[in-house]
């Protein structure tokens, strides 16, 4: 079982920045993906980036060139510096990993960007 544990969000001005983190613990093979995803209300679920255990990145069209994906493999974490928010970046964001035939999910964390 892996578990995953968010951190960050809150409220935001529109142009502001913030950063989510999550932690992953448990028992985590060594080729996985992490990344964020997100949901308003009345709305599937949607990618916003991903991350591989190279390094490599996938990024959404509407996030790309403000929000940068990080993570750091010793501590399993990973990262979203989300900068040049916008209204409609609002949502809940929910950290994933995903392994050989298995996805995890995190809680969620609230951000909201609103003058």
Not at 2 to 27: I, M, N, Y
Not at 72 to 85: G, H
Request: some cysteine; overall charge positive; proline content about 3%.
């Amino acid at each position: 079982q892996v578990q995953l544990v968010e951190s960050g969000g809150g409220l935001v001005q529109p142009g502001g920045s913030l950063r989510v983190s999550c932690a992953a613990s448990g028992s985590i093979f060594i080729l996985h993906v992490m990344g964020w995803y997100r949901q308003v209300p009345g709305k599937q679920r949607e990618l916003v980036a991903t991350i591989n255990s190279g390094g490599g990145t996938n990024y959404a069209d509407s996030v790309k060139g403000r929000f940068t994906i990080s993570r750091e493999n010793a501590r399993n974490t990973v990262a979203l510096q989300m900068n040049n928010l916008r209204p409609e970046d609002t949502a809940v964001y929910y950290c994933r990993l995903s392994q050989r035939e298995n996805d995890y999910w995190g809680q969620g964390t609230q951000v909201t960007v609103s003058s």
